[in-house]
């Protein structure tokens, strides 16, 4: 059944267009058919995908790296079911994520149509806005409003859900109702911070000693003008997982190798765009002792989770630093010079020597490649004018400082694994001329590793490498410190290489140190392609060493958990 040029499957894709979407990630349906065709005669590409939640995570992934909105189309019932891990973490990550479905058509509802259920009432916990549309006439307005809710005008972005009833997407909108306001993008707000309280954080942070600035996903869009806020402060700095190459690591302010000492040692403590997750102790004194926060963000939900600031700043967040360096003028900053220069000094120490034993890391007891010597052999590999995607449990924390790119994505404060593969699609076909590397362990591997048909379909420029250590390694090595039986951890040194080789990706298993350096420029230069290096499984992560794997009741980490027992017993 052809779908007219006036209908609402027509009016949706032509707003999209009109909102700069390039392409949307998606499976098929015959409940979402007319407007699958409706992006194609609009020239909006299909990217179409083995499984709905790995759509959702290319759209997040694009809306991460990008700012701009993620599109995802899925179909319904299962279709939507599918969809929702991946929009589950887009919610927590606070990604401007649109979903797109269809529904049983309006004479078929509450009847046993074939996959009718309400999708909306079902996704309302996790998004910000669900609606199923099924008066042709509301089209446009619903839909400019689920845009704007993702976006976050008015509030936290995160994902949209929005359906409509198949023969909804086929009805006409009545030509008085395709009005402009609704289909046209609109400019993003960006919130100016009160003055008042920019002249309360610069008192603050100006005569504090120990300031330790740490940022998070709210900082991505204004990497220069924290940069130039370090540099006027003369703060350090930590990164988080959510803003990975926001700042070089070579920038001065960067004493990552030193969390520990800083995060208990600061007398301020200021957030950009960052909750006061598990990832940050809670923000607990037991872990940041009798420090003051200052929190600013565009989002009030990371200024006021856990910890309250002594100054908080709901506002567009590169504006809000920019008003604090022009508001400090000429006034000197207090920060203690030694204190500040002690953790740099113990940060390049404590990097350089990471970097000499990652490289000459010993094999295994089993004779395989340690996993850092694979790292150290991409980082030489890739550089750090590339998006680097990591991905997995026991093999991310290896990674999360193992490698370092300008652009990088991981599994984020959902815990999410699995993302590795869509997010690596999604990020090699908006930067098609940049290395995009997944570097992803074999558990985590697997749960899209179908999307691999997916890569070499559309011809996704991405390089995955399999850190192969057969098994769920962080929990195999809980099993045996805590309770000296392994149970259903272990998995096959399956050959994923002969996998992707099935599906025409260009594909290799590297199992000898020597082997592995020419099989890499070999991959860079035929990708999309998979690497299948198999490690060892006696190294153990940084996670796995600190009671992450057997959840403590107060904190994530077991010796946070032991601070906070002390602390709460004064």
Sequence with gaps: MKVSADSVAAMVAKVLKQRGVKRVFALCGGHIMPLWMRLDAEGIAIIDVRD????VHMAQAHAELTGDLGVALVTAGPG???????????NVSRAPVLILSGASPRPQENRGG????????LLRPITRYARTVREPSLALAELDEAISCALGEGGVPGPAFIDFPVDTLRASVPEALRMAEHMTAKPRVRALPDPDRIA?????????????VISGRGARQAGPELSAFLDRLGAVYLDTGESRGVIPDDHPAVIGAMRGAAMGDADVVLTVGRKLDFQLGFGSPAVFGAAQFVRISDAAAEVRDNRRGAVEIVADVAATLGALVEAAGNRASAIDPAWAGKLRDGHRSRAAKLRQSMAAAPAGADG???????LAALQDAVGRDAVVINDGGDFLAFGRVGLSADAMLDPGPFGCIGVGVPYGIAASLEYPDKPVLVAT???AFGFNAIEIDTAVRHK????????NNGAWQIEVHDQEETHGKVVGTRLQHSDHAMMARAFGMHGERVEREEDLAPAIARALANRPALLDVVVTSDAVSSDGKSGLAWVPDLQPLAAWDEAERAWRQG
């Excluded at 709905?52 to 759509?55: C, P, Q």
């Excluded at 309360?200 to 330790?212: H, M």
């Excluded at 996704?460 to 850190?467: G, T």
């Design 52 to 55: 709905e939640r790995g759509a």
């Design 80 to 90: 939507v079911t599918n969809a929702i891990t991946g929009i589950a973490n887009a």
């Design 114 to 121: 074939l996959q009718d259920m309400d999708q909306s009432q």
């Design 200 to 212: 309360a954080a610069v008192d603050l942070l100006w005569s504090a000693r120990r300031v330790l």
């Design 368 to 374: 395989r490649l340690h996993p850092n010597r694979l």
């Design 441 to 443: 362990g074999d558990g």
């Design 460 to 467: 996704a420029p991405v390089l995955i490498v399999v850190a």
